[in-house]
T-cell receptor
Framework: EPEVTQTPSHQVTQMGQEVILRCVPI?????FYWYRQILGQKVEFLVSFYNNEISEKSEIFDDQFSVERPDGSNFTLKIRSTKLEDSAMYFC??????????????FGPGTRLTVT | KQEVTQIPAALSVPEGENLVLNCSFTDSAIYNLQWFRQDPGKGLTSLLL?????REQTSGRLNASLDKSSGRSTLYIAASQPGDSATYLC??????????????FGQGTILTVHP
């Protein structure tokens, strides 16, 4: 069964460094998302992406964040200058647009980002 | 602003028991509602999706109901097993946004099924 994959599974970085989290959505999906979950808190929406542009973003998604679909398969989240409070599990998700689609979102296993 | 609440926060039951997890949302204008399972340190596995026009959805031992007007959904798990132990999350997609829009999550119910 097709699945969303994410790399790396765990990333440790120092405050102020740039990180890139990578995702490979399900191949025929057209809508892509990033969410994050700080330890012990709710899963929070960051950004959605369709047709090579951001379609919606939350107030969390400020100028230090960016997303990109550099080729036909990868979807990346870049954090330019990491802060301690960026430590969280980051989830990528995708959904399709087939006829009659429910737009069900399928999530990857997550990347645990630890900022020290 | 949509708020999603799940009750109870934690539930511990003996194996074989039938159980109900509750989810409520403040804005009834939703496009659909998804129930997820999350194992510790892992990703989210979609269990069931209910469209706003549906009343319930079933998959195996799982049955999810939706009462959109009252802003409530329940996840019923029949004949619980230790392997059902996980955190269960509900999430809603607002109807006011795009059809492929963001999900708003509850904080989850931590379920423990002991042998």
């Amino acid at each position: 069964e097709p699945e969303v994959t994410q790399t790396p599974s765990h990333q440790v970085t120092q405050m102020g460094q740039e990180v890139i989290l990578r995702c490979v959505p399900i191949s025929n999906h057209l809508y892509f998302y990033w969410y994050r979950q700080i330890l012990g808190q709710k899963v929070e929406f960051l950004v959605s992406f369709y047709n090579n542009e951001i379609s919606e973003k939350s107030e969390i998604f400020d100028d230090q964040f960016s997303v990109e679909r550099p080729d036909g398969s990868n979807f990346t989240l870049k954090i330019r200058s990491t802060k301690l409070e960026d430590s969280a599990m980051y989830f990528c998700a995708s959904s399709d647009r087939a006829s009659g689609s429910s737009y069900e979102q399928y999530f990857g296993p997550g990347t645990r980002l630890t900022v020290t | 602003k949509q708020e999603v609440t799940q009750i109870p926060a934690a539930l511990s039951v003996p194996e074989g028991e039938n159980l109900v997890l509750n989810c409520s949302f403040t804005d009834s204008a939703i496009y659909n509602l998804q129930w997820f399972r999350q194992d510790p340190g892992k990703g989210l596995t979609s269990l069931l999706l209910i469209q706003s026009s549906q009343r319930e959805q079933t998959s195996g031992r799982l049955n999810a109901s939706l009462d959109k007007s009252s802003g409530r959904s329940t996840l019923y798990i029949a004949a619980s097993q230790p392997g059902d132990s996980a955190t269960y999350l509900c999430a809603v997609r607002h109807a006011g946004g795009t059809s492929y829009g963001k999900l708003t999550f509850g904080q989850g119910t931590i379920l423990t099924v002991h042998p």
